[in-house]
């Protein structure tokens, strides 16, 4: 607007400034006017044209709003009082001449709010016409007349700037304290308090929110008519990317779009942005400001959008804090476990958690890579997930394992990758589905679905996914590895037939247990087994009922020993036991439980051997009386079962000094 060059032109604006903060013109829009031409506010308004219809062009104004004004100012400027008059649409107006000297005769609009606009800046409905007070507005104007010739004899611009420093120096504390919050809420009340006292505003609103995230949360003086609805937050979003510089906005009827079920014909909008990154909004409904009014309000909007912004990012850090903390957590909690059921059940378990899934499942190549077969499953009937098997290539997820590209999915219905019907087990239309790969290799892949809130799976999930599994990546590798390895060494370590240790395992344990009590004075025992009249069994029933005779002798063994005890095979039909911290007395108990074990378990076909039945004879050795070192041992226990068979088998016999000297030969 301001095109002018006159030295006068300085203290228009300081006047008009002055004016709008007086209480007689609370209610009203100024503007001035010299010779056809609006001079003051700078930007564009509805004085141009009909206000009843501010986006309306002058031209097809049927009311001939704008030909009035004119000839009522000509009237005013050359009488030199003050008039009042309605609009041909009905809006009261104030037309108020004033002179400034040297120059030329001015005139000072005022416009009072429309009834329906002033409900609602009031807090109430919107209300029927109602026709003004006529003799309050001539007293009104008659007052400004009346003050106007001061003013221009005033510094204006002296005590606008005055009010301003005043003003400045007020920002500059908010500013201080506004960096002591901690909150968004407090930034927002600090915030609104300081618009409303510092401008004199009866009416405002902020909205706060990420438009990436849930939305947009309202905050409102107490003059705005309360309503349930939410802010619009695509149209917030939108006018945010609009506009990201932080300056204001003047919006006409369009702001009706930002807060469903409100009327509002015409409001100042300031961005909430700092670096870029759109925060909120504030709107000021109705409300025409002073330039420099307004330059403070934009300053203090900008420091609260900064305040709120390091406050974001501090929130962001400390979740990408903890977000980690959690993931090694996770992952070593995973690294820790041995089995690989186990691994699988916690890697759906822990993706669940970190997406907040309240369904999902691992499913893991076989060994051709074939098919995809569910390991472990959250949210459905697991003997049924192991029973479902999925080609390479078919199906979503497996076309995830063959090409090893995630996938997250919103709508799978309008998804175009998909454009498929929902699955009926499946609460929501979002999901996600991310290969494991170790060394360039795809082996699985991890699939999720229904959020807790019903919500879709974003980038950010992905994200979070995609980092997890790189990881888990490694603990199944590990996993896999150590399975094998235990395999191989168990297959080191035990007899093929029975599955007990063989030979060489016991005899590395028995050295160690050896150590162990020489170190701690304790005493330990073993037990030599042989199975009576087996060679006859093997012979009248075929050595594949030997065979699965010693499968069973040995579970029999195994179930009627201890934990501790080391049960191996001895070759043949001998077997052995180490017990730990037993003495001969306690050892004597555990065979005699043994051997009652193997004597009453039914064999087939075993009323055919001498006796009828499958029975066994015990040799029983203790440390250190017969015996401190391990061939020692083992020869004192087998010359107890020695005795044992001599003495009728089916029998206990512990290792005594004599029996070593009846076993002498001499030469």
Same mark, same amino acid.
């Given at each position: ?67 009035? +004004?004119?000839?009522?100012?000509? =009237?005013?400027?050359?009488?030199? #009082?003050? $008039? %009042?008059?309605? /609009?041909?649409?009905?809006? &009261? ?63 204006? +611009?002296?005590?606008?700037?005055? =009010?301003?420093?005043?003003?400045? #120096?007020? $920002? %500059?504390?908010? /500013?201080?304290?506004?960096? &002591? ?86 409001? &100042? ?399």
């Amino acid at each position: 607007m301001e095109r002018q060059s006159d030295p006068g032109s300085i203290n228009l604006r300081d006047l008009l400034d002055h004016l709008s903060r007086n209480p007689l013109l609370r209610n009203f829009r100024l503007a001035l006017y010299r010779q056809g031409e609006y001079l003051e506010p700078a930007r564009r308004t509805a004085f141009e044209n009909c206000s009843r219809q501010p986006n309306q062009d002058v031209s097809s104004c049927g009311s001939s709003c704008h030909q009035v +004004r004119e000839s009522t100012f000509q =009237k005013v400027l050359a009488s030199g #009082r003050p $008039l %009042v008059f309605l /609009s041909p649409c009905g809006t &009261l107006n104030l037309a108020i001449p004033f002179t400034i000297p040297e120059t030329s005769a001015y005139c000072l609009l005022a416009e009072a709010l429309p009834p329906a606009d002033l409900a609602d800046r009031l807090g109430g409905a919107p209300a029927p016409f109602i026709a003004p007070d006529l003799a309050k507005a001539k007293s009104i104007a008659t007052c400004i007349h009346q003050q106007i010739p001061g003013l221009l004899r005033q510094d204006l +611009r002296l005590a606008n700037t005055e =009010k301003t420093t005043s003003r400045l #120096r007020t $920002l %500059v504390d908010i /500013s201080a304290e506004m960096d &002591l919050l901690a909150t968004e809420g407090e930034i927002v009340d600090l915030l609104k308090e300081s618009l409303i006292i510092l401008f004199d505003l009866s009416c405002l609103v902020i909205v706060t929110g990420d438009p990436a995230a849930s939305g947009f949360i309202l905050q409102q003086s107490s003059s705005w008519p309360k309503t349930e609805a939410s802010p619009s937050a695509r149209k917030v979003a939108e006018f945010l990317r609009q506009n990201p510089c932080g300056k204001s906005v003047s919006l006409g009827e369009e702001v009706n779009l930002f807060f469903p079920g409100k009327v509002c014909h015409g409001a &100042l909008a300031i961005p909430l942005v700092a670096s870029g990154q759109p925060l909120g909004l504030v709107v000021l409904p109705e409300a025409t400001l002073p330039a420099g009014d307004l330059s403070l309000l934009e300053l203090l909007c900008v420091k609260a959008a900064s305040r709120l912004h390091i406050l974001k990012l501090e929130r962001e850090r400390l979740e990408a804090s903890a977000f980690a903390t959690r993931m090694v957590t996770m992952v070593s909690a995973l690294a820790q476990l041995r089995q690989q059921e186990e691994v699988y059940r916690n890697i759906v378990e822990m993706s669940a958690e970190l997406l907040h899934a309240t369904c999902g499942s691992l499913m893991m190549l076989d060994e051709k890579g074939e098919f995809l077969r569910i390991e472990s499953a959250k949210g459905m009937n697991q003997p049924l997930a192991r029973s479902l098997s999925i080609k390479l290539g078919t199906g979503i997820a497996g076309r995830v394992a063959k090409n090893g590209f995630p996938l997250v999915v919103n709508d799978i219905e309008k998804d175009s990758r998909l454009a498929t019907p929902n699955r009926p087990r499946f609460k929501t239309k979002s999901f996600i589905s991310v290969p494991i790969r170790i060394k360039d290799r795809t082996v699985g892949v991890l699939n999720l679905s229904d959020k807790e809130d019903q919500g879709i799976f974003t980038e950010n999930d992905l994200h979070i996914l995609t980092s997890f599994t790189a990881q888990i990546a490694i603990v199944l590798d590990r996993a896999a590895s150590m399975e094998r390895a235990d395999l191989l060494e168990k297959l080191a370590a035990t007899d093929a037939l029975t599955g007990l240790y063989n030979r060489r395992f016991f005899d590395e344990r028995l050295d160690s247990e050896l150590s162990r009590s020489i170190r701690h004075s304790l005493s330990f025992s073993i037990m030599l087994l042989d199975l009576d009249n087996f060679k006859n069994y093997n012979d009248l029933c075929g050595h594949i009922a030997g065979d699965s005779a010693l499968k069973k002798v040995a579970s029999l063994l195994k179930s009627s020993g201890r934990d501790i005890d080391v049960v191996a095979r001895f070759g043949g039909e001998e077997f052995i036991i180490l017990l730990p911290d037993t003495s001969k007395k306690e050892a004597v108990l555990v065979a005699e439980r043994v051997r009652h074990a193997v004597e009453s378990h039914p064999f087939p076909q075993e009323a055919r051997l001498p006796g009828g039945q499958l029975t066994t004879s015990i040799g029983l050795a203790t440390f250190p009386d017969d015996g401190d070192f391990a061939q020692a041992l083992i020869k004192a226990a087998d010359t107890a079962l020695y005795q044992a068979k001599e003495n009728g088998r089916n029998r206990t016999v512990p290792f005594t000094r004599k029996q070593a000297h009846d076993n002498v030969v001499f030469l």
